[in-house]
Nanobody
Framework: VQLQASGGGLVQAGGSLRLSCAAS?????????MGWFRQAPGKEREFVAA????????YYADSLKDRFTISRDYAKNTVYLQMSSLKPEDTAVYYC????????????????WGQGTQVTVSS
């Protein structure tokens, strides 16, 4: 399973970005729950959001659910993270990951990881 994250960049506070994560590999199956995590310098990796294989159910970190939206294109094996009203504290490397367990929020519970994409929010 390979996960390729993209879409990061530099944005001003209050702006928006959409991250993408494309999944591939012959062992990948669309029953995986797909999630996003982020890691700021000097901090632990933290859960952002995850979406089920149908794309109709999702769960979020409580502090982010009002500004971030996760979605999934089943046909394209791609997961998106729409981020709005961005703040400087959202600056981090964002990772996509895959797990078989619904409700998983710990990095150790995720089996596959993408390489990360940098998001920098300027004040």
């Amino acid at each position: 399973v390979q996960l390729q994250a993209s879409g990061g960049g530099l944005v001003q506070a209050g702006g928006s970005l959409r991250l993408s994560c494309a999944a591939s590999g012959r062992t990948f199956n669309n029953y995986y729950v797909m999630g996003w995590f982020r890691q700021a310098p000097g901090k632990e990796r933290e859960f952002v959001a995850a979406v089920g294989w149908r794309g109709t159910s999702a769960y979020y970190a409580d502090s982010l659910k009002d500004r971030f939206t996760i979605s999934r294109d089943y046909a394209k094996n791609t997961v998106y993270l729409q981020m709005s009203s961005l703040k400087p504290e959202d600056t981090a490397v964002y990772y996509c990951a895959a797990t078989t367990g619904w409700g998983n929020r710990l990095p150790s519970q995720y089996d596959y990881w993408g390489q990360g994409t940098q998001v920098t929010v300027s004040s």
